[in-house]
């Protein structure tokens, strides 16, 4: 059980850095601070959730029908986690630093702001598809023996994920001293390096279901 938990939190941290709303929410850190910037990883997750939730209410009986669909997932996980990797890796020579100030204290802007900021967070996450793709790929390893959805994993995903967006927000309210760009490439790398560990641990179950 702590294996599980401890590997779906790491994936969800370690794959979080190039997820589409990190852009959104270094634009609202850099320009309107920490709540602003939180609110928009805060709804980036539950928008992480609402996919779950419908791919769970259809891969559960999938499963239970057909063992064979988990080898097949193995392998599409695999294939995820390492387009990911690439992905990470490649936005080490692009990335840049964060520069600019904030322009006031969140304090006065108006709540309708932060609930937008929620909200392009959750539509920039669930209307994603590769949303829906890494979802599939990820939840071979929520199976028990007897093909029971196990939540511990997923749950711990999405709790690695609130982790790193929390993480971001608060690296944007130290501002341009903390994240400049060597800093987000070492923290790319780290990331990057994490799920390249997974694909491949995943490729070898594959392969070790096949055998």
Not at 4 to 11: H, K, R, T, V
Not at 12 to 22: I, K, L, Q, R
Not at 74 to 91: C, D, Q
Not at 112 to 141: D, E
Request: hydrophobic share 55%.
């Amino acid at each position: 059980m702590l294996h599980i938990l401890l590997s779906g939190f790491l994936i969800g941290f370690a794959s979080s850095p190039t997820c589409p709303s990190n852009g959104e929410e270094i634009k609202h850190g850099a320009k309107y601070g920490f709540s602003s910037s939180l609110s928009v990883g805060v709804g980036a997750v539950v928008g992480d959730a609402v996919v779950l939730a419908a791919i769970l209410l259809w891969l559960m009986p999938l499963m239970n029908e057909n063992s064979f669909v988990i080898t097949l997932l193995w392998l599409l996980g695999s294939f995820v986690l390492f387009y990911v990797a690439v992905g990470i890796f490649k936005e080490m020579k692009t990335v840049e630093g964060v520069v600019n100030k904030q322009s006031g204290p969140a304090s006065y802007l108006p709540k309708r702001h932060f609930l937008k900021a929620f909200w392009t967070g959750a539509a920039i996450t669930t209307f994603n598809p590769f949303t829906a793709l890494w979802w599939v790929g990820l939840l071979t390893p929520v199976m028990d023996s007897s093909n029971t959805m196990n939540l511990t994993y997923p749950l711990a995903v999405i709790a690695g994920a609130l982790a790193w967006f929390v993480l971001l927000a608060f690296l944007l309210h130290l501002g341009e001293r903390w994240l400049t760009r060597k800093r987000r490439q070492v923290i790319l790398f780290i990331s990057g390096f994490a799920v390249l560990s997974y694909s491949f641990y995943f490729f070898y179950q594959f392969i070790k279901n096949i055998l």
